[in-house]
């Protein structure tokens, strides 16, 4: 990347000198970055039955539908029809921007359960046919940073002995101790990598979920937002034993006769 900027400098007549960045490689002693997170659909079903609305509705839209985090922002009344959510545009930090790419303004399938939710959420919201889809007490887009923060942290950080949030329990008269069984949360994104690993899992092609999520090409889908998790590799494996177990051997030599070939040399099997 930073190549690239001192390229497009001197194309512009920024920077003079010698791309300082040629010779420059990655430490091959760097440390490995972090594996990211990817939701299963058991641990979604159970963030939605924690979540108070709309940060419920918000995360079904990215677990059910990839969208990502700006993209949520982003959503207006007036782009949801026929069925279909049109992404039209992105907003992070504040700004107003369109989508990454071409093919991240595509229409995406709004499945039943999100569709509910969607109109219960609007019922909820006096019935918008215009305007944000998630939107504050002034009608502007919500901040999805703020919902963390306020809603979803202190409902899925809760004390395993009475069931209170993290911030609400300085006078219980025990330690807190956070719930193992309730998901932990891996943010927006692990949502939209949860669909394309869950998609991938039913058995959906690669190129289908690459349509879903609208990467511009197949092999940022399936290098970065199909994980394969442990349980699938042991069922993989034991796919293949079963099919080892009930495949036939190959005959090898006259099938007419059952006597060994007894031929020697490199010509043994024709």
């Known amino acids: 990347m930073i190549s690239g900027i001192f390229t497009l400098a001197r194309q512009q007549d920024y920077f003079q000198a010698e791309n300082p960045t040629r010779d420059t490689a990655v430490n091959p002693r760097a440390v490995e970055p972090q594996e990211t997170y990817a939701y299963t659909l058991e641990e979604v079903q159970s963030i939605l039955a924690l979540l108070p609305e709309p940060a419920a509705t918000a995360f079904a839209v990215a677990a059910f539908m990839g969208l990502r985090h ?7 009344w007036e782009s949801y029809r026929d069925g279909e959510l049109y992404v039209s545009r992105s907003i992070w930090n504040g700004r107003i921007s369109d989508p990454k790419t071409r093919k991240g303004r595509a229409p995406v399938p ?19 046919v215009a305007g944000p889809i998630f939107a504050n007490s002034v009608g502007k887009p919500l901040s999805l940073g703020s919902v963390v923060n306020r809603v979803i942290l202190p409902s899925l950080n809760r004390c395993e002995v009475c069931g209170k949030s993290q911030s609400d329990h300085q006078r219980a008269d025990h330690i807190y101790k ?7 949360w891996h943010g927006w994104h ?12 039913l058995g959906v092609p690669d190129m289908v979920i690459q ?6 090409n197949v092999s940022t889908t399936a290098t970065y937002y199909i994980k394969t998790a442990a349980q699938d590799v042991r069922n993989a494996m034991v796919t293949l034993e079963n099919h080892i177990a009930e495949a ?11 006597k060994p070939t007894t031929s020697k040399g490199p010509d043994l099997i024709q």
């Open 70 to 76: 700006g993209e949520i922002q982003g959503l207006l």
């Open 110 to 128: 709004v499945i039943r359960q999100v569709a509910e939710r969607l109109e219960m959420h609007r019922l909820r919201s006096a019935n918008p």
């Open 178 to 184: 956070r719930d193992s069984r309730v998901p932990e």
């Open 190 to 201: 692990a949502a939209r990598r949860g669909l394309g690993s869950n998609l991938y899992r």
């Open 211 to 216: 349509r879903i999520l609208r990467h511009a």
């Open 248 to 258: 036939a051997p190959v005959q090898i030599g006259n099938s007419a006769s059952s």
